[in-house]
């Protein structure tokens, strides 16, 4: 399995995990899973939504020679930074692109946490 298909597995998985806290009452206030599936606690809507817009927004910014300097920036810029057989000049480098996930995990989870406790999920 290549590793961008791994990526997407983990993606599925920490979603569907943190959407099952959800579904059967059992999130605390301590939980720092996948930010997405904080978010949007309907499993469906989550995955679906989070690969609509990796393979279809993404690819779409990337295709517009306007926005396809952005795209490197993105998710799946960062992502394809870090997973790319090639390197282009228009990709971050490796380190970067983990730099760039990372934040973008960080942002998702903080979004996450604070909705969770505004909602108080117990």
């Known amino acids: 399995m290549p590793p ?27 939980f720092r899973s996948v930010g997405i599936g904080a978010l949007i606690h309907n499993q469906v809507g989550a995955i679906v939504g989070s690969l609509v817009y990796l393979f279809v927004v993404e690819q779409v910014i990337r295709s517009i020679p306007a926005t396809a300097s952005a795209y490197k920036w993105l998710p799946g810029g960062a992502l ?33 946490t604070v909705l969770a406790i505004r909602r108080d999920v117990v």
């Open 80 to 112: 394809e930074a870090m997973t790319a057989t090639f390197q282009g000049p228009d990709l971050l480098t490796a380190w970067q692109g983990g730099l760039l996930l990372l934040g973008y995990g960080l942002l998702a989870a903080l979004l996450g």
């Open 4 to 30: 961008a298909n791994v990526t997407v597995l983990f993606l599925i998985l920490g979603i569907i995990g943190t959407t099952q806290e959800y579904r059967h009452r059992t999130a605390t206030p301590t």
